[in-house]
């Protein structure tokens, strides 16, 4: 039976044959993310409303074509809700949260004991702690490249600097990343 | 160990990063792609950038979304007969006694009723910034403070489901800042980001630790600076 302790894909599965209970928990557990997403690229409450609401129909109506070994559930709704916040922001013209911001926004949420995220097994505080970690250029450009799916050229044209200092900031900042994020898988599967 | 790597792989490695972001374009994303599919160093390296690509949006902070967001997407999707939510502000509300409301309201009269007294008042010197226990005794506020100077005021509100109101006035931040507070045994607890505008602003958010239990409230800036603190103890 589906209820609001069934796992992501159950819900989504639910949700693909209909039904309501599944639509429902599946909403609630994820509007505060995707909500919160929208709200820390537009720093706009009614923007991120819209875009937070769009996220979720669209979720809803392609839940029968989610293919979980293309990536996991979280990962599937946080980039329906990024791409559709970056259309958002493109058609209104709007100026989009300072990359500085949202970045800070993060680092605020992170918990008060980052070093324990590996071993909590959260890959949000991870990622947090590591892009707090990055050189303040490097952190900017791969916010960016992966909130606002900037290309190199645009960074290097935003920033005034050159097009082969843009690529090295977005691939060395995201190595790092890659670095921490592998420590955790590394983690898990040791505690398997 | 054999490198599996091939003398082609550096001259794509660059390409990586960028493919794995969405955000390499036209022929290098065609070469890079191709490269990929016939290199297996290559397409491990890629699928754990695009992990860690991935996992950038994810360090987005939870906000709660404005009222009757819930109602609206469930009307939009003809979800119909909802069984009550169990967490959240909307929920909260509606199981909240109307008592426990109109004495909410009170408080964020009384402190929106303080914090205009205090801004404009004619004894604007700074307020107390202890404690002040007004009628209810589930509701307690006090100033906003940095370095002495008064920059808001937060008022909580205890009860079944507690509620924090804060408020900036004048204060030392511009764009995104964290409320935070610190609860008797000295554990540091988040309760949200709003935004401030030129130093002003005003935000209310369900507070998950008990009113009661708080001893003091912290604003701090984006750059880690604490912008205001108030005393609740």
């Excluded at chain 1, 044959?17 to 994820?30: E, L, P």
């Excluded at chain 1, 929208?38 to 029968?64: F, G």
């Excluded at chain 1, 324990?116 to 959260?122: H, I, L, T």
């Excluded at chain 1, 303040?136 to 920033?159: F, K, M, N």
């Amino acid at each position: 039976m589906i209820d609001s302790g069934s796992s992501d894909e159950a819900l989504l599965a639910g949700m693909a044959m209909g039904d309501q209970a599944a639509a429902v928990a599946f909403v609630r557990r994820y509007q505060r993310r995707v909500f919160g997403l929208a709200y820390s690229m537009t720093s706009d409450s009614s923007v991120a409303e819209e875009v937070a609401q769009e996220a979720l129909i669209r979720v809803w109506r392609h839940a029968p074509v989610f293919d979980h070994r293309r990536g996991s559930v979280t990962s599937w709704v946080l980039t329906i809700t990024r791409n559709l916040t970056i259309d958002a922001l493109r058609m209104r013209r709007a100026t989009p949260t300072d990359p500085d911001d949202f970045a800070a926004s993060a680092m605020i949420s992170l918990e008060h004991n980052p070093e324990d995220a590996v071993a909590r097994g959260d890959i949000s505080d991870v990622v947090r702690t590591a892009l707090g970690d990055l050189p303040a250029e490097q952190r900017r450009a791969v916010v960016l490249a992966a909130v606002y799916g900037r290309t190199a050229l645009e960074i290097s044209e935003e920033e005034a600097i050159p097009l082969g200092t843009a690529k090295t900031r977005i691939r060395t900042g995201l190595i790092r990343l890659r670095a921490a994020v592998e420590r955790l898988r590394d983690a898990e599967e040791e505690h398997r | 160990m054999n490198d599996p790597r091939t003398h082609q792989c550096d001259a794509y490695a660059e390409n990586l990063s960028e493919l794995a972001l969405g955000i390499l374009t036209g022929r290098e994303r065609a070469a890079t792609l191709a490269h990929v599919d016939i290199c297996a160093h290559c397409a491990e390296e890629l699928e754990q950038l695009a992990r860690a690509a991935d996992a950038v949006v994810r360090v987005a902070p939870e906000a709660e979304p404005p009222m009757g967001f819930e109602v609206r997407l469930f009307e939009r999707m003809g979800v119909a007969d909802t069984p009550p939510r169990r967490r959240g502000t909307a929920r909260r509300l509606a199981a909240t006694p109307r008592w426990a409301l109109a004495v909410a309201a009170a408080v964020v009269a009384l402190a929106i009723g303080l914090s205009i007294g205090w801004n404009t008042g004619p004894n604007r010197g700074p307020g107390p910034t202890a404690l002040t226990h007004v009628h209810a005794p589930e509701v307690a506020a006090a100033d906003l403070t940095d370095h002495g100077r008064p920059v808001g005021r937060v008022v909580t509100y205890g009860g079944s489901n507690p509620w924090m109101v804060v408020m900036l006035a004048d204060a030392a931040g511009n764009g995104l800042v964290t409320c935070e507070v610190v609860t008797a045994n000295g554990v540091t607890h988040t309760v949200g980001t709003f935004t401030a505008r030129d130093g002003y602003g005003s935000w209310g958010a369900a507070l998950r630790v008990a009113p009661h239990d708080v001893r003091k409230a912290l604003v701090v800036s984006s750059n880690g600076r604490v912008i205001g603190t108030a005393a609740l103890s």
